[in-house]
Every structure is written in structure tokens, then in C-alpha cells.
């Protein structure tokens, strides 16, 4: 048991400690980060994290869900930590950044898998680092001894040639949503999403003048408001299925959201298939574990062929 427990909340951040007579575990919740979806209080084994909804803004908009950790039911796992889309949430042991569920290998990482060919992107060219939502992106120029360049205007065109382009993307925080691989003209970026699914609005459900999922949306064009029938839609090339709308939407039904796939490193255990059901559904989970005693039947046989071949 520990010797202190503390939870400390501010305009920026969420802190959660057990203090021991060794061990420090600190959990923290940037607030700067986090969209209120529901993704962390779905995959906690515990319960200990809610989501509570906020009165609208003083201009009227809706505002995300307020994510709340109860400090008696965590136990510092760090499942909530792996599993959140936006990066928003560390849990530390003695300052470091240590995950027993994937150290203990009962929980897979998430896979980001964001590419880009940047020794083909153009100087001049900031599409992507104007496009994403989240301002993750930054473009920097690298002269051929190393130095950077702040300000292409004061050079010519042969020394821009020369130059090096740096996308940086900061894939800690980054949910993988395409906008950058559609808005790049050259095709050179190249997302997978963490999340697929599927996502639906009825629109006959919705009340009369409500947008409060796409106030709340952290993904500008994941929806967005149709000038027909002045309702709102889903553009699901770009939605990341994180359940920011979901969680504050005033009308049950009118929203309709499900997992069908998540990419993650292999893993073989119990705990992650129960997070896995409640993320998606059980029907999704059986499908990855038949998809999952496939493969190792195919394991099983390669080895027995390459066995065959070693002793012919």
C-alpha cells in the first residue's frame, strides 16, 4: 500500500501519485492534449476513468468532455497511457516514463505508422505542416554543413536546391488521421490510421440547429456542416473513431460509432482481448483472435517445412 496518495488537478493538467518507500508512480493528464474522447475509459480494466460533460462556452459551443481519474481504483497501469490516440496521458516511475504492460508484454503498443519521403518535398512547399489539425507537423531546412536556414527568401535558387528538408512529425501526440498524406501534392506521405471503424449520423435524430460534435471534433474536416440540409456529416477518410462526438452528443442515437480494427503490435493476452472487446465489440475480437490461431497455424507448418528441409 502506499505510504501517500495525491491527486492534483489545474488549468493544464490532471495528477495523479502513489508515493511508496522506493517508488514514486505519478500519473499525468495534459489537458492541452486531450479531446475528451472516450477511448481511455473504455480500455481501463478498472473503471477509474470517467467522462463528465460541460456547459457550453460563453459563445455557445459545446466543449469537450471533461476526462476524470478516480485516484482509490487506479492502480497505475498504464493501459490508458498506451492506449490514448492524443498522447495525453504518462504514467511515470521515479520520473521515468515505465509501462509494466509492455514491459510484461499483457499489452500491445499502438502502431503510428506515418511515412514520409521528404528528401522529395520541395522547400518551398509547408502544405502539410498547415493542414494538420493539431499542429504536429514542422518543416525545417538544412544547409549542407549542417546549419539551418530560418528564412528562405535570402536565398538563391542554387542554394535552395542544396538544402535538406526536415519534416518532423511528433508522432507521440499524433492520431493519424491522412489529412497530411491528402493534402500533400507530390504524394509523398503515406498514413495508416491507429483506429478503423465505421461512423454514422442520422441526421433525423439530430436536433434542430445542434453542432455540438463538430464543436467538440479534434479532426477539422472529419465533419463538418452541410449547406443542404444544414446538418452535420462525417468525412471518414479523416475520422480517427476516437469518440470525442460521441461523448458529448445530447441525443442517444443520433451517433453512431464503431471500432472495427485497431493497429497494434503483436501480443498474446487475456487483458488486452477484454480492452479489445470493449473498444470494439466481441465480434471484432473474435476476428482478430481466428486471424491470430491462423497465423500461428501457418507458423506452425513453416517451421515443420524448414525443419524437413534441414534434415533432407
Given at each position: 500500500m502506499p505510504l501517500k496518495t495525491l491527486k492534483k488537478e489545474t488549468a493544464e493538467t490532471l495528477t495523479l501519485e502513489w508515493i511508496l518507500h522506493v517508488k514514486n508512480y505519478r500519473l499525468t493528464l495534459n489537458k492541452n492534449f486531450c479531446v475528451g474522447c472516450e477511448i481511455c475509459?473504455?480500455?481501463?480494466?478498472?473503471?477509474?476513468?470517467?467522462?463528465?460533460?460541460?456547459?457550453?462556452s460563453t459563445n455557445g459551443k459545446a466543449q469537450h468532455a471533461k476526462v476524470d481519474i478516480n485516484l482509490e481504483k487506479c492502480n497505475f497501469c498504464g493501459i490508458c497511457d498506451v492506449m490514448c490516440p492524443f498522447g495525453a496521458i504518462k504514467v511515470t516511475v521515479n520520473n521515468e516514463h515505465v509501462l509494466n504492460v509492455i514491459e510484461k508484454e499483457s499489452f500491445p503498443q499502438l502502431i503510428r505508422d506515418v511515412q514520409i519521403n521528404s528528401a522529395n518535398c520541395a522547400p518551398e512547399c509547408v502544405d502539410c505542416e498547415k493542414a494538420c489539425p493539431l499542429n504536429l507537423i514542422k518543416i525545417s531546412y538544412i544547409k549542407p554543413d549542417g546549419r539551418f536556414v530560418e528564412d528562405l527568401k535570402s536565398l538563391t535558387t542554387l542554394e535552395r536546391e542544396w538544402l535538406r528538408v526536415d519534416v518532423n512529425v511528433d508522432k507521440e501526440h499524433c492520431p493519424c488521421c491522412r489529412i497530411c498524406e491528402f493534402k500533400c501534392p507530390k504524394g509523398l506521405i503515406h498514413v495508416r490510421k491507429i483506429f478503423y471503424g465505421r461512423m454514422k449520423i442520422n441526421p433525423e435524430k439530430c436536433p434542430e440547429g445542434c453542432k455540438d460534435c463538430l464543436d467538440v471534433c479534434p479532426i477539422s474536416g472529419a465533419l463538418y456542416l452541410s449547406e443542404a440540409?444544414?446538418?452535420?456529416?462525417?468525412?471518414?477518410?479523416f475520422c480517427v473513431y476516437c469518440g470525442a462526438c460521441k461523448a458529448i452528443c445530447p441525443v442517444n442515437g443520433a451517433l453512431e460509432l464503431k471500432r472495427t480494427r485497431i493497429m497494434h503490435a503483436p501480443v498474446r493476452s487475456g487483458a488486452w482481448n477484454k480492452a479489445l472487446e470493449r473498444l470494439t465489440s466481441p465480434l471484432e475480437t473474435s476476428k482478430e483472435l481466428k486471424a491470430k490461431s491462423s497465423q500461428k497455424a501457418v507458423d506452425v507448418v513453416e517451421r515443420r517445412l524448414k525443419w524437413k528441409e534441414v534434415v533432407v
Open positions: 475509459s473504455l480500455a481501463c480494466p478498472k473503471e477509474a476513468i470517467k467522462l463528465e460533460k460541460l456547459p457550453k440540409d444544414k446538418k452535420v456529416h462525417v468525412n471518414e477518410l
